[in-house]
């Protein structure tokens, strides 16, 4: 299981890649994955671009903690986790949560657990920057 918080740009394609080729070939049957992008608008609103501000430590011992309640529940094989900080791009990636299990049930719903409690539940603020200045986004409630 890997949870990683990225200040720069990354490819979640090229990373769940490069994780699933450590993955011992036949142990698993189903990869379910989450990627999510960055819009360019937000409550009625043109973005700009958005800051991400987490608490170091903090964060990332939640994340690692969500995905240990999905293992737990789910008994998956596998689990990879990256979300970015700082500042973000219309377009950029921001999260990419990937489950590999033996089946395809628990992938899916292990996959969306971990997306919907991260949304909830992991201490990240977003600052949108907009035409006409900056605002603090509330949190979102899973």
């Known amino acids: 299981m890997a949870v990683t918080l990225l200040a720069k740009p990354f490819?979640?394609?090229?990373?769940?890649c490069?994780?699933?080729?450590r993955l011992?070939?036949?142990?698993?049957g189903a990869c379910a994955s989450f990627v999510g992008t960055m819009r360019d608008f937000n409550q009625g609103d043109l973005v700009e671009a958005m800051f991400l501000e987490h608490y170091p430590g903090m964060t990332e011992r939640e994340l690692g903690r969500i995905v240990g309640e999905a293992s737990a529940r789910w008994g998956f094989l596998d689990a990879l986790v990256i979300h970015r900080v700082g500042e973000i791009r219309p377009g950029d990636p921001i999260v990419l949560v990937a489950v590999w299990s033996a089946h395809r049930g628990p992938a899916f719903d292990a996959?969306?657990?971990?997306?919907?409690?991260l949304k909830a539940r992991v201490p990240l603020w977003k600052k949108e920057k907009l035409p006409r200045g900056v605002r603090w986004v509330r949190p979102s409630q899973s």
């Open 18 to 21: 490069a994780y699933q080729e």
């Open 111 to 117: 996959c969306r657990f971990i997306v919907e409690a």
């Open 11 to 16: 490819d979640p394609w090229a990373e769940l």
């Open 24 to 28: 011992k070939r036949g142990d698993y």
